[in-house]
């Protein structure tokens, strides 16, 4: 079975009636929970995303409550479900500041969690990349939001 292009599932989509729609949606949310998670987003939080991203940040702040500092390993594999959560939100947002301000509060718990990023070469690549993402999408800011951030970048 030959999966159809999002241009044509476009226009399939407007040729339904409303609650063809609806109960296509709800289909598409029993079956996976990112599914559930992104239509939750879009009908409730994406009119408010200053709110969104305090309930995102949260979270951060929880899962860095939950790090193991005892071994590097363990460490590794928290901070790595910690931002593939981060990398799931930024995608529901579609945001560029989004992105920017949840990968630089990653970026800062990860600093402050008292981990030495030197010891563990992994832990610091992780930390490299996520500071290059950051100025990558901080550049397709506009100017004026790009001064708000550069300070907090430097600081990393």
């Known amino acids: 079975m030959d999966t159809a292009s999002v241009s044509i ?3 399939e989509l407007k040729t339904l009636s409303p609650q063809q729609l609806q109960d296509i949606c709800i289909r598409l949310a029993k079956y996976k929970k990112e599914n559930k998670e992104l239509l939750s987003y879009l009908l409730f939080e994406s009119f408010n ?3 969104f991203i305090r309930q995102v940040k949260e979270e951060i702040d ?3 409550t939950h790090l193991n500092r005892s071994s590097f390993y363990l460490a590794k594999k928290t901070l790595r479900k910690v ?3 981060t990398r799931k939100y930024i995608r529901f947002s ?3 500041q989004t992105e920017v301000e949840l990968l630089i509060y990653f970026c800062q718990k990860l600093k402050e969690s008292g981990l030495q990023r030197r010891s563990s070469r992994v832990i610091q690549n992780m930390y ?3 500071v290059e993402r950051i100025k990558k999408a901080l550049s397709m800011l506009h100017e004026d939001l790009q001064l708000d ?3 907090e970048v430097e600081k990393l």
Request: proline share 0%.
């Open 83 to 85: 931002l593939r959560t």
């Open 149 to 151: 951030y550069v300070e």
């Open 62 to 64: 929880e899962q860095f």
């Open 94 to 96: 579609g945001s560029k």
């Open 128 to 130: 490299s990349r996520q």
């Open 49 to 51: 995303e200053q709110y």
């Open 9 to 11: 599932i476009k226009k």
